[in-house]
């Protein structure tokens, strides 16, 4: 079965300083893996995917992700975080075929200015 | 383009009434799903349908809950009766065919039983 694993609940990063997200999966195959944002009151918004090929992808808003197979991870990074960045951020993956996206359970970014 | 378009925002209703609750998802996308998301559960898939068919409505908690696709542009999700343990945060999503797409979510309709 499918598992995504996001293993703190909570990330403090003051603003202009690099931020990294914990993202960690388990499938019987070859993942899709995706990220996504929340802000308050609105729904999940699409930041990026991993399907195939280069192992570092961007994505929106600066935003990039490290896939690497052999930790099973998919870390989401940003260089230098914004105020604005505040946010809950979703893990996901999905095996091929048409299965749904099982998704982390979240984790809070809070950027200090 | 629009996006999921979920309706009504927001709900407040007493406890035993039925709660109906609205979707429309981005046109051409084949994929419907239906999740709820609280403080303590986080986001739980309740159904999903592929082409207006339910495939997986094993997260759907109770026979108190409902949900159809009559058509390719319009889903309901009802509760009858609610209870207060509903109250929660209930979005759509739809994505096209291919299983590397994303999905595209709702704002979502808050929902409060009293």
């Known amino acids: 079965a499918q598992s995504v694993a996001q293993p703190e609940d909570q990330v403090n990063v003051a603003e202009g300083n690099p931020l990294t997200v914990k993202c960690t999966y388990s499938v019987s195959g070859n993942p899709y893996l995706f990220w996504y944002v929340q802000y308050p009151n609105r729904g999940l918004q699409f930041l990026l995917k991993y399907i195939t090929g280069d192992n570092l992808v961007k994505g929106s808003y600066g935003f990039e992700a490290e896939f690497n197979k052999s930790q099973t991870s998919f870390h989401l990074k940003k260089p230098s975080a914004l105020v604005s960045d505040s946010a809950l951020y979703f893990c996901a993956v999905r095996e091929p075929g048409n299965t749904p996206l099982v998704f982390g359970k979240g984790t809070r970014l809070s950027v200090i200015a | 383009d629009a996006g999921v378009i979920q309706s009504p925002r927001h709900e407040v209703t007493e406890m035993g009434q039925e709660v109906t609750l609205r979707c429309k998802p981005i046109?051409?996308?084949?994929?419907l799903f239906w999740y709820r998301q609280t403080m303590m559960r986080g986001l739980e898939l309740l159904i999903y349908f592929n082409n207006n068919v339910p495939i997986d409505d094993s997260g759907m908690p109770e026979d108190r809950f409902s949900a159809k696709m009559p058509n390719a542009s319009f889903s309901t999700l009802k509760i009858q009766p609610s209870e207060p343990r509903d109250s929660a945060v209930y979005f759509c999503a739809s994505r096209p065919q291919g299983s590397y797409q994303p999905q595209h979510f709702g704002d979502g309709t808050r929902l409060s039983i009293l």
């Open positions: 046109s051409g996308h084949d994929y």
